[in-house]
């Protein structure tokens, strides 16, 4: 059966066109401007793969690219398990349940350009809660200065606004289980261990590869936060790879290795996504083909 | 393998429960001999499901005590009252084989790897699995899920009961025969004390050697499959179980006699004195002969049940049910009788014993 209905395209149309406006043109710019130089009046000239060759030699970009990463381990590493353990914690039922989601959802709606000034003030020591509590108790606290009090602040602020839709995922995760599982575990004399271990965290399986996805892609893009926190500073201790692109760019006006950085920055985000998604989900792998096979086994 | 004992239990779900209608559960007082079947046979919501959980541990009793061997076990845990539970959808563990989910309720409880291979092996060969033992539980079809679920609550061999919750919604019909007669010689093998609830009589009269019946959160009869069938001691029984059920039928009575309408219909025996507000003739459709006398009847329509028929009529203004052989005449003039030993009397929906019936 083949009809030809070229309507169809019609339909798909605005969201085509928008889509290339939104993604696809920007992006083609700036793949355009990577491989050329200009000195200004659009005048330009190829430069082939030049602009490439001297962001992957410049020291600063292999720097950037290491605090990306460091902070995206290090966030996932505490956002991953504290929000499994929160959404363990919650109440199942009664009006706990509504009270906890809305406290949960409040992070998650502030802007981030908000969380960064609240934190930046939070952590100031004249007139911060969080800084001037601090240098009360004796502690030697200052972001502005000390490189590791920075990272410090940025990492308890991602934490702060963040583990929450770790904490919704997984609680919605967890809620999908049904009580005869709890109640077969108890019947078979399960540890609290190992309920979690071979009921809840296989049930919630699906929902932390979404999580941790989407916690990485979103930490290792990070600009607004600490860009209104620290600046980038002290030094270059916070300068994570979007900061030195938008200083490059805009600051420098070095279009060229700019946009080479961006693109290769946008692969390297693409490649590591692609990679976490196949280690998370390769146990369902021999299982969706088996089902796609038998699937075709019974087709007429 | 342990006699349990339901002592005055009253369960129900809200908080505070007022009146009798509150409670999922209003009072069940039973006793589950040492390795008897038993099945609980009721509609849904009569409350089999929570007295299950209540044996168990799920559920703690709002009122009463359970024993077990005459040990109250009302305040220990489910996993303190060495009990297995199958449920009616498949439980398996995800992300185990086949036999890491058999083995886990006995490595739970401290097993010798050797034992334990040896209990597996065997409950393997048991529920068919032998051959799939090493696949991962979860890619399985719903008939193996839960023949996994059945071996996880027969692997153990020193559980004081087994208890079964419908475990054979989700089997085809076939597979039900071949589980349920499987399930019955385990039965008469290990003599393990199994109760088994469902809401289908015919799995509940071949399964178990004693049947309780349950309507709205009471137990109406305990009985053996005949018993039920001849003597319900409650119009809830006549109607549930048998297929057509009972032919319930408001009378008034008379001494030994009752009257249906204008028709008055000798009783092999007169009851004692009681008082109650409804009377009522219970007479099973095997026990309706259809003949030239008797009440005069109309025959509204006969449906062919293959082996027997049955024949739906009305007579005094009332529906009366009549099975009948395949071959059997239904005469022009029909005129329905009640053989007096298929006669049952009510009153309030209680049967009342009749002095001078020959049984």
């Known amino acids: 059966m083949k009809t030809e209905n070229q309507k169809a395209w019609l339909l798909v149309l605005p969201v085509l066109v928008l889509v290339a406006f939104s993604a696809l043109i920007p992006l083609m710019t700036v793949v355009n401007y990577s491989v050329q130089d200009t000195f200004g009046n659009n005048q330009f000239f190829w430069a082939g793969t030049a602009w490439y060759e001297q962001v992957l030699k410049s020291e600063r970009f292999w720097n950037a690219l290491g605090r990306n990463l460091v902070f995206s381990a290090i966030i996932l590493a505490i956002e991953i398990p504290l929000g ?24 998650l709606l502030i802007p981030w350009n908000v969380v960064g000034t609240i934190w930046q003030v939070f952590g100031r020591v004249d007139i911060g809660l969080l800084g001037a509590a601090l240098t009360g108790a004796g502690v030697d606290y200052n972001y502005v200065q000390d490189p590791i009090d920075a990272w410090a602040t940025l990492v308890l602020m991602d934490v702060w606004h963040w583990t929450s839709l770790v904490v919704l995922l997984a609680y919605a995760g967890l809620a999908a289980i049904p009580d005869a599982f709890y109640q077969a575990a108890r019947i078979d004399g399960a540890s609290g261990w190992a309920v979690f271990r071979h009921i809840q965290l296989p049930k919630m399986s699906r929902v932390l590869t979404i999580a941790v996805l989407l916690r990485f892609m979103d930490s290792f893009t990070i600009y607004t936060e600490p860009f209104v926190v620290t600046g980038g500073g002290p030094g270059n ?14 600051g420098q006006f070095d279009l060229g290795p700019a946009a080479a950085m961006s693109i290769i920055y946008f692969l390297i985000i693409l490649l590591f996504s692609w990679v976490f998604y196949t280690v998370m989900t390769r146990n369902d792998g021999p299982e969706i083909l088996k089902a796609e096979a038998v699937a075709k086994g019974r087709a007429p | 393998m ?90 398996i563990y995800d992300t185990m084989s086949v036999r890491q989910n058999l083995a886990f309720p006995l490595r739970n409880r401290g097993m010798r790897r050797g034992e334990v291979k040896v209990r597996v092996d065997e409950m393997l060969e048991i529920i068919g699995l032998a051959r799939q033992g090493h696949r991962r539980a979860r890619g399985l079809t719903a008939d193996e899920k839960q023949k996994i ?62 049947v309780m019946v349950m309507y709205e959160g009471e137990v109406v009869q305990v009985g053996a499959p005949a018993e039920l069938f001849d003597r319900p001691s409650h119009t809830f029984v006549g ?23 204008e028709h008055a219909i000798a009783l092999p025996g007169a009851p004692k004195a009681f008082l109650a507000k409804k009377v009522e003739l219970g007479v099973r459709p095997e026990f309706v002969r259809l003949g030239r006398e008797g009440l005069p009847a109309e025959i509204v329509r006969v449906e062919d049940g293959g082996r027997l028929k049955i024949v739906r009529t009305r007579v005094a203004g009332r529906d009366i049910a009549i099975v009948l052989q395949e071959g059997a005449e239904i005469p022009a003039d029909a005129r ?24």
Request: glycine share 8%.
């Open chain 1, 84 to 107: 499994v353990l929160i959404a363990l914690n919650m109440p199942r039922k009664g009006i706990g349940v509504a009270v906890c989601l809305v406290l949960m959802a409040l992070p």
């Open chain 1, 237 to 250: 201790s916070t300068t994570f790879v979007s900061i030195d692109l938008v200083q490059m760019a805009v």
């Open chain 2, 2 to 91: 342990a006699r349990i004992d339901l002592d005055s239990i009253r369960h129900a779900y809200g908080a505070a429960p007022k009146s009798d209608a509150d409670y999922a559960l209003k009072r069940v007082h039973q006793t589950f001999d040492d390795g008897g079947a038993y099945a609980l046979l009721g509609p849904s919501g009569c409350g089999k499901t929570s007295l299950l959980n209540i044996m168990s541990g799920l559920v703690r009793p709002t009122e009463g005590k359970v024993l077990f061997d005459g040990r109250d076990v009302t305040e220990l845990p489910t996993e303190k009252r060495n009990i297995a539970q199958v449920f009616q959808f498949p439980v």
């Open chain 2, 149 to 210: 679920s059945l071996g996880r609550g027969l692997v153990r061999a020193d559980v004081n009961a087994i208890l079964f919750d419908e475990p054979l919604t989700v089997i085809d019909p076939q597979m039900k025969w071949e589980l349920r007669a499987q399930l019955k010689a385990l039965h008469r093998r290990f003599g393990y004390t199994m109760v088994y609830v469902t809401h289908d009589q015919t799995e509940a009269l071949t399964f178990a050697d004693r």
């Open chain 2, 239 to 261: 109607y549930f179980i048998g297929s057509p059920g009972m032919n319930i039928l408001p009378v008034n009575l008379d001494g030994a006699t009752v009257r249906l309408g």
């Open chain 2, 336 to 359: 329905v009788s009640f053989d007096p030993a298929g006669m049952n009397l009510y009153a309030d929906s209680w049967r009342v014993e009749l002095v001078g019936v020959s049984q």
